[in-house]
Every structure is written in structure tokens, then in C-alpha cells.
Nanobody, 121 residues
């Protein structure tokens, strides 16, 4: 069992930066790929970024490429999402998830409770 706890959300002006963190319980953190997802009001949840268990491979949704950076510290059981040049459309609840790569995609097994990010114009 893995428990995920996000933190670092808040209110920021457009163009600003924010870093959200996700701390995992348990000793198997380094076995999981990690992802950040977001869900805005009235919209479906979308994958924002993923990072492999070793940290060597990352992916991003097109809308955040060049602005967001996912990273992880396996010694601290933590995954980060650094968000720069934030836009009002980035406003959402951000969730982290832990998953396993199977075939051609991740299967997400564990989810955090989410942290609110609000970008004002």
C-alpha cells in the first residue's frame, strides 16, 4: 500500500511560479512511475506529466511543455512538479499518482487527495 500526500498548492498571479510536492509512504516508492494529473471545474481529469521510476524518462502534455518540470527524489519518497509561466487555464486541483508501466502505458494504482492551484489573471 502506498499513500500519497500532495502539498504546495495555492494562489499565484499569471506568469508566476509554483512547486507542488507529493510525498509517498512506504518503502517501494522507487518501484513506481509517478504522475501529476489535474482536474478543473467541469472538465475531465487530464494527465499533466509523468516520470519513470528511475527518473530517466519524463512526458508532458503539450499545453505545459516548456513551462512545467516533473522530478523526483527517491531518497525522500517525493515527486515534484515545478510550474513556471503559469496561466489562468492552469487553475485546477492537482493530483499525484503512483503506477506501474504495463505494455504501452502506466496503470495508476494509488492517488493522492489533491492540492488546489489557482492562477489569477
Amino acid at each position: 500500500q502506498v499513500q500519497l500526500v500532495e502539498s504546495g498548492g495555492g494562489l499565484v498571479q499569471a506568469g508566476g511560479s509554483l512547486r507542488v510536492s507529493c510525498v509517498a509512504s512506504g518503502r517501494t516508492f522507487s518501484s513506481y512511475g509517478m504522475g501529476w494529473f489535474r482536474q478543473a471545474p467541469g472538465k475531465e481529469r487530464e494527465s499533466v506529466a509523468t516520470i519513470s521510476s528511475s527518473g530517466s524518462r519524463t512526458t508532458y502534455v503539450d499545453s505545459v511543455k516548456g513551462r512545467f518540470t516533473i522530478s523526483r527524489d527517491n531518497a525522500k519518497n517525493t515527486v515534484f512538479l515545478r510550474m513556471d509561466s503559469l496561466k489562468p487555464e492552469d487553475t485546477a486541483v492537482y493530483y499525484c499518482a503512483a503506477g506501474i508501466w504495463i505494455g504501452i502505458r502506466y496503470t495508476w494504482h494509488y492517488w493522492g487527495q489533491g492540492t488546489q492551484v489557482t492562477v489569477s489573471s
